[in-house]
């Protein structure tokens, strides 16, 4: 799997746009960017994927540019409770053998 | 999605003994995972549990130190042998949903080796 490269910590005003970035220069035709968080003291958490087009779901959106060496996740109204590590993971889509593999994430801290 | 529960959830252990973590997943699963969050850390994968096959470890990790079983399609089990400080962790069980090309998580049981 392509190596990804996030910011360690990043802080948002409750209420406000929160913009995750992640580089992943090295990624390959048919590997997805997958996005997951893990709230403290629990286990890591889907929020969503894409491969090149902007995907948009409940949780978040995901803009992809145009040559996918990088991606960035937007919570478009953060509240306290998206206080939490954020992983960008990229992975080839549906294969199993290829498990997730987490690097170092960003520590996102809403603040009221 | 699935739903994963682990047992014990957490559990404070004495140096030299084994623990043995338990992961039960709601509907069967053709691939398991256990994962290891050291303090601080990111999560590294331990092993691939498949049904009716041994288990494939990742580099570092021995089958003497983390004995896996996969009994069945929605169980697993985990042991980490003859425990020191350093295998303080939050273990987690993962698994692959191939219809939603997904992987979901266990809470994670929380261990501390004194």
């Known amino acids: 799997d392509a190596k990804t490269t996030q910011p360690p910590s990043m802080d948002c005003a409750e209420g406000r746009a929160a913009n995750l970035p992640c580089n992943h220069s090295?990624?390959?035709?048919?590997?997805?960017v997958y996005w997951y968080r893990q709230i403290h003291s629990q286990g890591p958490q889907y929020i969503i994927h894409?491969?090149?087009n902007n995907e948009t779901n409940e949780m978040a959106s995901l803009i992809i540019t145009e040559d996918r060496k990088s991606s960035t996740l937007i919570l478009p109204h953060a509240t306290l409770r998206d206080t939490a590590v954020y992983y960008c993971i990229v992975r080839v889509f549906g294969n199993a053998g290829n498990m997730l593999t987490f690097g170092g994430g960003t520590r996102l801290m809403v603040k009221p | 999605s699935a739903v994963i529960s682990q047992k014990p959830s957490r559990d404070i252990c004495q140096r030299g003994t084994s623990l043995t973590i338990q992961c039960q997943v709601d509907?069967?699963?053709?691939?398991m995972f256990w994962y290891r969050q050291q303090p601080g850390q990111s999560l590294t994968l331990i092993a691939t549990?498949?049904?009716?096959?041994?288990?494939?470890?990742e580099s570092g990790f021995v089958i003497d130190k983390f004995p896996i079983s996969r009994p069945n399609l929605t169980f697993s089990t985990l042991t980490v042998s003859n425990m020191s400080p350093e295998d303080s962790s939050i273990y987690l069980c993962?698994?692959?949903?191939?219809?939603?090309?997904?992987?979901?998580f266990g809470p994670g049981t929380r261990l501390t080796v004194t």
């Open positions: 090295t990624i390959s035709g048919n590997e997805y």
């Open positions: 894409g491969l090149k």
């Open positions: 509907s069967q699963v053709t691939m």
């Open positions: 549990a498949n049904q009716g096959s041994e288990a494939t470890y």
């Open positions: 993962s698994v692959y949903i191939s219809t939603h090309y997904e992987q979901y």
